[in-house]
């Protein structure tokens, strides 16, 4: 990669970042200088080697390997000096959330590829010619996922629910994963986009792939998702919802903490649990804003009815041979009922009774406030009592769908889904009213009627508006995207869908707001809600 002054630089692999997970980060990879063919190889070999240690036991084999190398021989060359370095580095963060993921070999390589084709470094027949077949058809369909979105309107949900469907039913869902994975890198690099694109992809993360992130099991991810999008789309109620939180936030980490600690020591010291249990791991969690925006907005919930702001979740690594698990997490309710005020309303034991998707877990509340008329209110804490077996078999799932995928791809390749839009009536009644608004204010613009928006027109425009000629210029370089110095009806039209789209967003982020403001700014006689004001995150809602 090549620096400002032109120093190449190379990747050191012990910074290679991390999968999304909440629970976890690394930093970003981290560049050190180098300066010649020896380095460069170092480069390679030290990404290779990074994330070949990252595979699972079971895809990491000796093509899985040759296919990794090959890969990164293609992508380092064509990156290094894409976007000043920086589509190296994005290819590689990419790369490592794939490998985090347990994703085999396939798809971590088709994420580097994807990344150079995005940054317009290599063309596909180029990638098939290096990578075969497999990882090429993972890369066509990655491109029709990354695509699905942009047939339909995904602020109506009708349609939204039919782009996730017909991705589910027909590609390839180590496809789904690798966009999933890119789109996530994409929403924290955002910045550097007009505003119209970060609200468009802000949107279809919302409404197509986060909901597919936790179609698939990725929820970690999923979540991710949902507060970036959340952030991009609704600033002012995110900033709402980011206040509440943050002004209760100090009080929850310190109660988390002692909480985790009290709870170690009081598992360690049960005499049934000493049999059966080898070991504990006690996690805290705090809510995502976007989780607690729907509660409060979407459900209608009080502030004081969010129950799992707080959350701990307590794997018990069961001893083999010791009796049922099931048994072990119901000692572990009764010894945390022994510390804290358990509410058995709110009990959930989804191991006697599992999700349909075979989720197995137990679920309690606990009310943290302190003790006595006088003493601090606080929102009750979830606590999720596990396995080990338990909380991986969700990874499991997930590793199995992956692994049965790649294996079902090795032996065929499916015909293509329809493109054709499959919305129902009522959205496509919609469109066809928006498109008649369109074309009568494109037939206004176009004064000699010539099928266009010239420059002259446009300019004409600009200055009854009392803007001048340069803006006009400036309005066809944005809108022109054919480069042939006037506007088609498809150019005016698609941007008079942006504004739409961002009126529509201003206007719903104003309704959450004063939804929120009314909900939250008021500062309860219990002391149980209290918002500070000087902690409004100014960045948040400027732009």
């Not at 996922?145 to 949900?157: F, G, I, L, Q, Y």
């Not at 078999?393 to 294996?407: F, H, P, T, V």
């Not at 009522?426 to 010539?450: H, M, W």
């Amino acid at each position: 990669m090549a620096s400002a002054g032109g120093e190449v630089v190379v990747v050191d692999p012990a910074a290679a970042a991390v999968a999304p997970d909440v629970e976890h980060h690394a930093p970003a990879p981290r560049l050190t200088p180098a300066g010649s063919g020896g380095r460069l190889m170092a480069e390679l070999l030290g990404v290779f080697n990074g994330l070949t240690e990252r595979m699972g036991d079971d895809v990491a084999t000796s093509s899985s390997w040759t296919l990794l190398f090959r890969a990164l021989k293609l992508a380092l060359p064509a990156l290094r000096d894409a976007a000043g370095g920086r589509s190296l580095a994005r290819a590689l963060i990419v790369a490592a959330s794939l490998a985090d993921l347990q994703m085999d070999a396939e798809v971590i390589s088709a994420g580097i590829v994807r990344q150079a084709m995005d940054a317009g470094a290599v063309a596909m027949a180029d990638a098939e010619a290096q990578l075969g077949p497999g990882a090429a058809a993972l890369l066509r369909e990655s491109l029709d996922v990354k695509n699905a979105p942009s047939r339909v309107d995904v602020a109506d949900e009708e349609a939204a629910s039919a782009v996730r469907n017909r991705i589910l039913s027909g590609y390839d869902v180590r496809a789904v994963i690798l966009e999933l994975a890119i789109r996530l890198d994409a929403m924290k690099h955002l910045d550097g986009v007009p505003k119209h694109q970060q609200r468009t992809t802000s949107l279809e993360v919302l409404k197509v792939f986060a909901p597919l992130a936790h179609a698939v099991g990725a929820g970690a991810l999923s979540k991710e998702l949902e507060d970036l999008s959340f952030w991009r789309l609704y600033p002012q109620a995110y900033a709402q919802v980011d206040q509440w939180l943050s002004g209760q936030e100090d009080d929850c980490k310190r109660v988390l903490a002692t909480c985790k600690d009290d709870l170690l020591q009081a598992l360690a010291a049960d005499d049934e649990l000493r049999h059966t249990v080898a070991g504990f791991d006690v996690k805290g969690r705090y809510k995502s804003r976007f989780s607690a925006m729907k509660k409060l907005v979407k459900d209608g919930r009080r502030p004081e009815d969010v129950h799992d702001i707080l959350g701990m979740r307590v794997i018990l690594d069961h001893r083999a041979g010791a009796g049922d698990g099931h048994r072990a997490c119901i000692r572990t309710h009764e010894v945390i009922k022994g510390m804290w005020k358990d509410v058995p309303a709110r009990t959930k034991d989804y191991i006697a009774r599992p999700k349909g998707d075979g989720y197995r877990s137990l679920h309690i509340a606990v009310d943290m406030s302190e003790p006595g008329p006088e003493g601090k209110k606080r929102p009750l804490m979830e606590v999720q009592i596990r396995t080990k077996e338990m909380n991986d078999a969700a990874a499991k799932r997930l590793k199995d769908i992956m692994l049965a995928a790649a294996e079902v791809a090795a032996q065929h390749l499916r015909d293509e889904p329809a493109t054709g839009d499959q919305t129902g009536v009522p959205a496509a009644a919609a469109a066809a009213a928006s498109a008649g608004n369109i074309e009568r204010a494109f037939r206004l613009l176009d004064k000699n009627g010539d099928g266009r928006i010239s420059m002259e027109e446009l300019t004409e425009l600009m200055e009854d508006l009392g803007a001048g000629g340069k803006d006009a210029e400036e309005l066809m370089r944005l809108l022109d995207d054919n480069n042939d110095g006037s506007l088609s009806s498809d150019e005016f039209a698609l941007f008079q869908k942006r504004v739409e789209l961002k009126a529509k967003l201003e206007d719903k982020d104003d309704e959450y707001k004063e939804i929120l403001k009314q909900k939250l700014q008021k500062v309860d006689d219990t002391g149980l809600i209290h918002v500070y004001r000087k902690n409004l995150s100014d960045k948040l809602v400027s732009g």
